[in-house]
């Protein structure tokens, strides 16, 4: 069981930064593949990048290639997203949910645990 609590979220202006923080419980989070997925209102959830155990490879949609940055460090149990270059279209509840195993990690179904999601706003 892993349980995933994320954070910073807010109201940003066009052209801003962010960073979110997602910490994981367990002793066992070095062993799970993590993303970030987000939401808008009345949109399905989509993919936005993902991160394999290590953190040797890092997955993007191509909407935030280069605007966005994914990392995280196991001896904190917790995984990051920077985004920079923030648009209105970004707005939505950003989630990092985690995979054992994955075959394909833009998948939401391949993903075991979610958290509750931090809210993020681009707005002037």
């Known amino acids: 069981q892993v349980q995933l609590v994320e954070s910073g979220g807010g109201l940003v202006q066009p052209g801003g930064s962010l960073r979110l923080s997602c910490a994981a419980s367990?002793?066992?989070?070095?062993?799970?593949?993590m993303g970030w997925f987000r939401q808008a209102p009345r949109r399905e959830r989509e993919f936005v990048a993902a991160?394999?155990?290590?953190?040797?490879?890092?997955y993007y949609a191509n909407s935030v290639k280069g605007r966005f940055t994914i990392s995280r460090d196991n001896a904190k149990n917790t995984v990051y997203l920077q985004m920079n270059s923030l648009q209105p279209e970004d707005t939505a509840v950003y989630s990092c949910?985690?995979?054992?195993?994955?075959?394909?990690?833009?998948?939401?179904?391949?993903?075991?645990?979610w958290g509750q999601g931090t809210q993020v706003t681009v707005s002037s």
């Open positions: 949910p985690a995979a054992f195993s994955w075959k394909t990690p833009t998948c939401g179904t391949d993903y075991a645990y």
């Open positions: 367990g002793r066992t989070f070095g062993n799970y593949g």
């Open positions: 991160i394999t155990t290590r953190g040797g490879n890092t």
